[in-house]
């Protein structure tokens, strides 16, 4: 997957959970001070992203994933490893 | 003469539900006035629609309930709704509904209310059923990771009072009574209590339930408590009639606005009517069944005619507990004859769950709103199916609208639940 494809989806889950526009979900967006997901929707994101995106992302790494490019690149490590 | 004179009144500012005939208070009287039932086959029913699909409904012995007339989620927000139960959504919408209602709504946006003197007493019965199930389902399907996080906030028995608290600013007490099927009621009196106690000047209080869920079906049914009639739905919850063989499942919430009479008056608010007595007991008797003679029931209505100072000659109508079983039916029957004496058979009674089904938790709030809207319109609604009274029951009930009278009236809104709880709320007209 692409950087772009992945954010498009992580966008999607971010809408689903928290009714975030999935347009305002972009690369350099802080999840808690831009978005305004709070630290269990957050948690509700991670698990939705594992499945999606087949990754493990440990609850210790959660708190590493400040912004919405943070997580991106989180997935394309896991991916890729 | 009645009517307690010395100590602080309590009156009803606000109505709101969302219940099988109607998705509010003003379609729900209008429902209720035509005779209208809000019971449904499952199949038919939206929110069942993943058991119908995995053919676990077919499986279960009974197909029917009376499912909401109007979706949760065709009202609330998709996100809000996805962070609430069923039960806190019900309870969501019916309170806002009687908030609004109360014209509450605007004196807070005027910043003229102080939420240190607002409360809550939103029961529930038996809590987030359908949060607890789905997750757990979840959790064996694909493991502990996929439950989620906001479980316990959502299926936790104060999740409906908690969130009508947050909607509102109520920082008052906010409290969950949970006496299986009297919860509603009890809510309304505990809610009457603290206003009279001098503990809040406004309590949102009422009930809610969200069970219609396999697992309490099948529960239900096992223990011989719901109708298996598998006649024409609207036709199954029958109280009073020899055809009856249990109660058929409800959902949704009711819920009241209670205000001192004081604070209420100061605003100019519309008042439908006034808490005048509440009753709570027990029965001790059985942890599920009655006691026959349903004395603990009659020690409920006794106490509260006695809380209000009230004749029983003043009061003219009672919406009955009545669910449509066999046995439940006949003792509340009794009680009225113990508790009213010869007056008994003077007071006109309905019995509303013979088209709302049985909300459970929500049931005493639902009814406790159509015997204020009884009150106000002086009209006693329908009690549909009752084709051929039981003879063990001497009473006036009413099969279609029936006006009550003019002058200063009372009605009594019965409660009985699970666990021997009893709980009868006298309701007074205005006006």
């Known amino acids: 997957m692409s950087t772009e494809e992945i954010r498009a989806a992580l966008a999607d889950i971010v809408n689903e959970v928290a009714g975030v526009d999935a347009d305002d979900v972009q690369l350099d967006k802080s999840f808690v001070d831009d978005l305004d997901v709070d630290s269990l929707s957050m948690v509700e994101v991670v698990v939705e992203a594992e499945e999606k995106f087949g990754v493990t992302i440990p609850d210790d790494e959660v708190k590493n994933l400040k912004t919405v490019g943070d997580a991106v690149a989180y997935i394309e490590r896991a991916q890729a490893a | ?431």
């Open chain 2, 1 to 431: 003469m009645t009517g307690q004179t010395n100590r602080t009144r309590v009156v009803v500012t606000g109505i709101g539900t969302t219940n099988p005939v109607g998705g509010n208070a003003t379609d729900t009287w209008d429902g209720m006035v035509a005779g209208r039932s809000g019971v449904r086959r499952l199949a038919d029913s939206p929110g069942f629609a993943p058991w119908v699909e995995s053919g676990l409904a077919a499986e279960l012995p009974v197909g029917i309930a009376g499912t909401a007339a109007v979706e949760p989620s065709d009202v609330l927000e998709r996100v809000r709704a996805r962070r609430l139960d069923r039960s806190s959504q019900f309870a969501l919408i019916a309170a806002t509904e009687a908030w609004k209602d109360s014209g509450l709504d605007a004196a807070q946006a005027a910043d003229e209310l102080d939420g240190d003197r607002i409360g809550v007493a939103m029961a529930s019965g038996i809590g987030g059923v359908h949060t607890l199930l789905s997750n757990y389902d979840a959790m064996l399907e694909k493991g502990p990771r996929r439950v989620s996080p906001l479980s316990v906030p959502m299926l936790m028995a104060n999740a409906p009072a908690a969130t009508i608290s947050l909607e509102i600013g109520a920082r008052a007490a906010v409290n969950t009574p949970v006496s299986a099927c009297a919860s509603g009621n009890e809510a309304i009196a505990l809610a009457a209590d603290q206003i009279r106690l001098g503990r809040a000047d406004i309590v949102v209080a009422g009930g809610t339930e969200a069970a219609i869920h396999p697992l309490p079906i099948a529960a239900f049914a096992n223990m011989m408590a719901l109708s298996k009639n598998p006649g024409d739905p609207a036709t199954v919850s029958r109280p009073w009639d020899t055809g009856r063989d249990g109660f058929v499942l409800g959902e949704g919430a009711g819920a009241l606005v209670l205000e001192s009479e004081e604070h209420a008056k100061a605003r100019g608010a519309r008042i439908y009517a006034e808490v005048l007595g509440a009753g709570i007991t027990a029965d001790s008797h059985d942890i599920a069944q009655p006691d026959p003679e349903g004395r603990g029931g009659s020690r409920a209505i006794l106490r509260a005619l006695a809380d209000g100072d009230i004749d029983p000659a003043d009061v003219a109508h009672v919406n009955a507990h009545a669910t449509s079983t066999p046995q439940g039916d006949v003792a509340e029957a009794l009680m009225l004859h113990a508790t009213l004496g010869g007056h008994a058979t003077d007071v006109i009674v309905s019995g509303t769950k013979s088209m709302t089904g049985h909300l459970l938790g929500g049931a005493g709030a639902l009814e406790a709103v159509a015997t204020i809207l009884a009150l106000h319109h002086r009209l006693a609604p329908p009690t549909i199916n009752l084709d051929d009274l039981d003879p063990a029951v001497e009473l006036d009930i009413a099969t279609k609208p029936r006006d009550l009278p003019l002058g200063d009236i009372v009605a009594l809104n019965n409660s009985f639940g699970f666990g021997g709880a009893n709980v009868a709320v006298a309701f007074g007209s205005v006006g």
